[in-house]
């Protein structure tokens, strides 16, 4: 299983605010995290990148 945190999701969607990643990853419609950690929380890559397919098509081909 490949994991993402806040900051690679910030960088795969274009380098967006720790704000605006925060704000999207809050949202009822992002995927849940797979862990919380003291780090932070970390979201399987694979429902990340299926979230940016179905909600930003415009950078799902940046993988």
């Known amino acids: 299983m490949r994991l993402m945190g806040a900051h690679e999701i910030r960088m795969r969607l274009g380098g967006i605010s720790r704000q605006r990643v925060y ?24 429902d990340v990148e299926r979230w940016i397919r179905e909600h930003r098509p415009d950078l799902a081909d940046e993988e």
Do not use: D
């Open 23 to 46: 704000a999207i990853t809050s949202h009822r419609g992002f995927p849940a995290p797979v862990a919380e950690l003291q780090q932070g929380n970390v979201w399987n890559a694979e």
